[in-house]
């Protein structure tokens, strides 16, 4: 029953929380089963992190995902998934889980990419290095929403802020102590995090969704597993017995883009609304529309 139970809960919630979940999960195993065994842990992690070694980087492309769901120690996981839960919240207000999932995977890719071809670009960075952690991907996550909608308030502790504030925070920590810090590598990862981060929101706003090519990638993956039959067409022949003219299809397109132009509006007039006074601005009727508006999309 218990068992039931988590796994209902599981499926049940949303995005954000089941990456913190796997996140959690992976830290667990990779620390406890090589304990159990008696064996150094890197020799299960050195099939998910993300090499600069090129060879190795060839036989282990799946590490461009796999190395932001390694953790090398507790504050690294905690502070990754604190991050990751309290910014989620902003996202998925306004967005779909699918674009949030988006962001998050493609963020962690991003800085991966960038970590690679720093290494082999710069002669600052020599000999072969390895990287992992969420860091990117919550860094895509927060500039994202930041840089979308920057003047929404977040309380942080006894001060009250805006998510620009924290946006900027964040970038120029990582780019103040690149020059002395242990892990260049790793906060070049998270600079290339938040670059995606900032370029998806800019383009978005645009019009332009630079993300919808992965989430079609994502449909045909999770097609793959789905237990559901595919539904036969019928070849019976459906018979009509209204008379009444139905309408041109010129007439349904007309009536298609009036719906659409009234509906994008108000969305903007409610975006503009929280880019100005915050998300808890909004009335129950208008985050009801934005979330109704949200799944349609």
């Not at 159990?36 to 020799?43: A, C, E, G, H």
């Not at 071809?117 to 290095?129: I, R």
């Not at 139905?246 to 994008?264: E, G, I, L, R």
């Amino acid at each position: 029953m218990a068992a039931n139970s988590l796994s209902y809960q599981f499926k049940t919630a949303n995005i954000a929380i089941k990456l913190i979940v796997i996140n959690v999960a992976v830290f667990i195993l990779f620390n406890i089963l090589p304990w159990m065994i008696q064996v150094d842990n890197s020799v299960f992690t050195k099939y998910f992190v993300l090499p600069t070694d090129f060879v190795r980087l060839l036989q282990q492309p799946w590490s461009f995902i796999t190395y932001a769901f390694l953790h090398s120690g507790f504050m690294h996981i905690l502070f990754n998934m604190l991050f990751l839960y309290v910014f989620s919240k902003f996202i998925l207000n306004l967005f779909t889980e699918k674009r949030f999932l988006t962001i998050y995977l493609l963020g962690g890719v991003f800085g991966g990419l960038l970590f690679v071809l720093v290494y082999h670009l710069l002669p600052a960075f020599k000999g072969n290095s390895v990287l992992l952690g969420a860091s990117a991907a919550v860094n895509a996550i927060i500039i994202f929403i930041a840089t979308y909608s920057p003047n929404t308030p977040i309380r942080v502790f006894m001060f009250n802020l805006k998510l620009w504030h924290i946006a900027a925070f964040v970038v120029l920590r990582d780019l103040l102590t690149l020059d002395s810090s242990d892990n260049a590598g790793g906060l070049i990862s998270h600079l290339g995090g938040a670059a995606f981060g900032y370029l998806y929101a800019v383009q978005l706003a645009k019009g332009n969704d630079i993300g919808l090519w992965f989430e079609k990638i994502m449909d045909i993956v999770a097609g793959w597993f789905s237990s559901k039959p595919k539904q036969k067409k019928s070849k019976m022949r459906t018979v009509h017995r209204t008379t009444k003219k139905a309408p041109t299809k010129s007439t349904k397109t007309k009536q298609s883009s009036v719906t659409k132009s009234d509906q994008q509006q108000q969305i903007d007039a409610i975006l503009d609304k929280i880019s100005k006074s915050g998300y808890d601005s909004l009335s129950k009727a208008e985050k009801d529309f934005l979330f109704k508006a949200g799944k349609d999309n």
